[in-house]
């Protein structure tokens, strides 16, 4: 029997970066198809299924022309506002209860609308925002709900882009104590 000493050397991702010989592309791509093969959208898509239910929009309906908004649809300008502050953000504004002998702080002052309302994800902000933006640059109430399709894509788009760069990799890689071989390989 013979016993054999190997000796390797170990690179933290910032050592590995600097060093020549290809290493670090070959870890990054091995990091982001792991990435990609992970990709889960369920949540993103659970926000604007939520935001759906909360104004009675029918996505799969659309095209019958009973998308669920009724007379509402065709809704522009002044109206389109209306029907924003009145179907979607009226209902979820806190109540104006009289608080007496109560403190008063940002998260329960009376008439705003809660973070996150829908799902409690950064998603959901995004999608009223969108919507706000798309009733003031004069797009019809149905248009509108119809864009956050896009909306979604763009978010899940960004975030795959984020989370497959080099500075999420090296973030990460920092954070969790990574070490490589000089091939790239993850110790």
């Known amino acids: 029997m013979r016993t054999v000493t190997v000796e390797r050397t170990y690179y933290t ?42 104004v009675g929009y029918r996505r799969d309906a659309r095209w019958y022309h009973d998308d669920g908004l009724g007379d509402c649809s065709g809704l522009e300008g002044r109206r389109a506002w209306a029907w924003l502050e ?38 959901d902000e995004v999608l009223l925002d969108s919507l706000r933006d798309s009733l003031r640059a004069g797009m019809s109430v149905g248009d509108a709900m119809l864009a956050l399709e896009s909306v979604v894509q763009k978010v899940c788009d960004e975030e795959m882009d984020y989370r497959t760069s080099e500075e999420a990799f090296i973030e990460k890689a920092e954070d969790n104590g990574w070490e490589f071989l000089v091939d790239g390989r993850r110790v």
């Open 13 to 54: 991702v910032t050592e590995l970066q600097s060093h020549p010989g290809g290493g670090f592309v070959r870890a990054l791509d091995e990091y982001a198809q792991q990435e990609c093969a992970w990709q889960d959208w369920s949540d993103e898509r659970a926000s604007l299924k939520a935001l759906d239910e909360h």
């Open 86 to 123: 009145n179907v979607v953000l009226g209902p979820l504004r806190k109540p104006w209860i009289p608080t007496v002998g109560k403190r008063r702080d940002r998260y329960t002052r009376p008439g705003k609308v809660p973070d996150c309302p829908f799902t409690g994800l950064y998603v």
